[in-house]
């Protein structure tokens, strides 16, 4: 597969909202400039066969059990700081939250946009709980759009829809990889380059006796169908900080031009070992051969590291974690990642931004019970093109409140070029947010939001909320948005150490078909509903600047 050139960089501005104090590496940054070693592999055997058809996944399917209605097993959030500090830090919040209930809130500050994305072009239940053959909770909600399928993963399915949401297909992940290992944590990417679907999931490794360590599997269409036949793989890793039994945990998934980026977090038996990436050749997973990998594995005072989907011909790679500080935020450059002796991996820049902390768990009307707002990492992949990286994550914000925070970051003077929140109401609880943006500097949100405060007839159970800008808006500016769909009732059967677990994700694609108003104008929602007090249920949606 030849290597392509690198396209002209795009033109961004360079100015944040008025009275905004610019952003600023932090000097003399421990690590910054010095290339992390590869200190692990992963080898996947190249005389293997790796092809699974759509008939073998049908028979696989066909073959397994009738599951009723209930609930899958329970996946645990695994916090990459102390976790007894991590409970004490959201307690702390959710008190925090208790106490400004009682005080006068303040009006939104947000604008609403005229430009914000308000069109629908199609709106449609996605996978639920008790479809999903009992689907562990929370639902890991992620899905891609490409040109004429929409594919949608959740605990334990993936499933294949047309582009108006009819269902095609619907596989277990056991069916579709050919396993029996317990699997979570799906994530989908359409390569717009290629035009390949790109499906990763973790392996949940048994409680004692395992004879591997940090194992994933990755699968890749052959073509640009879904419902086509796919190269599947396992991948484990070996070397370094790896032993038998650790897991490879909240995996996330990017691409570059020529590489597929694998990220997780690594747990072993006494807790969180660190970050570690994993690049992997297109040339080769593509093309059904296997293929061996570097593995960079990071400190643990760097955790979930979110890996770039790269929208231009650029072999570069920036990647973007939260430090434990949680006043910068850290930058990482991968080049040659195709290559598993020349990839480079480094920490570019600690970026200082304002000190955040973790969120309070979300409110719902009616119930004590609250939703799960995670601790502050990066949930999904960032968008990168040119010189322009986005991601947002949610933090305590205004009246002590779960609230998104978005940053679009100049990877050449290692800045900040705006940054903003994500916010329905004054009196909201918002969180579970992902971003998508163009090459023009457009971009769309989609998030969770749920009201138990309002006064005047505004108090709902938790809706999938969107909303967007276009490069002209005035830079940190987003405004509240639209509804995509409003769960019709609150969700308390999902109870895991006090709270309900929710997420641990949302995703928002951009459309590779070009509408009526230009390319990169439109953009698939996918995010978590309530079907009942017991399960979860998801949307889609089709949206846009125009039809």
Known sequence: MAALCLGAAALIPAALPPGTAR?????????????????ARASVDPQASYERSAEDMAAAQA?????????????????????????????????ALSHAIAKPTAALAGTSLLNAPTTVIVKKPGPNQ???????????????????????????????????????????????????????????????????????????????????????????SKTAKATGAWYTYRSCSGGGIFVNGDLWDYDQLGITQDAILVTGNIFGSSGFKGAAMMPIPKAEIYNGFGWSSPIFTLPTSVGTIAPPV???????????????????????????????????????????????????????????????????????????????????HTVIGTGARPMPIYYQIDTNANTVIQSGALVESSTSNDFNPSV??????????????????????????????FSGR??????????????LFTSPVALTGDLQNGIQRWGDYSRVALDPVTSTCGAGKRAAVFNETILDANDWSTEYGLIGFCR
């Open 130 to 220: 008790t479809g999903a053959g009992n689907g562990g909770y929370p639902p890991d909600t992620t899905g891609a759009i490409g040109p004429s399928e929409v594919v949608y993963t959740v605990n334990q399915t993936i499933n294949v829809y047309s582009r108006k949401g009819v269902l095609q297909k619907s596989t277990g992940f056991g069916a579709f990889f050919g396993t029996s290992d317990l699997l979570s944590d799906p994530r989908v990417v359409y390569d717009t380059l290629w035009n390949r679907w790109v499906v990763t999931d973790t392996r949940v490794p048994p409680a004692s006796g395992d004879t591997v360590s940090a194992c994933f599997w990755i699968a890749v």
């Open 436 to 465: 998508a943006a163009n090459s023009g500097g457009d971009a769309f949100f989609t998030w969770s939001t749920t009201d138990a405060l309002s006064s005047s007839g505004g108090q709902h159970n938790a809706a999938v909320r």
């Open 23 to 39: 952003a600023q590496a932090a000097p003399e940054a421990s690590g910054v400039g010095k290339p992390i070693l590869q200190t």
């Open 310 to 392: 790269v929208a231009d011909i650029n072999g570069i790679g920036f990647f973007l974690a939260i430090d434990a500080s949680r006043a910068v935020l850290d930058l990482y450059r991968g080049t040659e990642l195709s290559d598993e002796y020349q990839a480079s991996f480094v920490l570019q820049a600690q970026i200082a931004v304002p000190t955040y902390g973790l969120p309070p768990n979300a409110l719902q009307p009616g119930t004590s019970q609250v939703l799960d707002t995670l601790d502050g990492r990066f949930q999904n992949a960032s968008t990168q093109y040119s010189n322009s990286l986005w991601n947002v």
């Open 470 to 483: 276009l490069a002209a808006d005035p830079l940190g500016a987003v405004g509240p948005g639209s509804v």
């Open 63 to 95: 073959a397994l059990p009738a599951t009723g209605s209930g609930a899958g097993p329970a996946l645990p959030l695994r916090p990459t700081m102390d976790p007894e500090a991590y409970r004490a830090a959201k307690r702390a919040a959710d008190e």
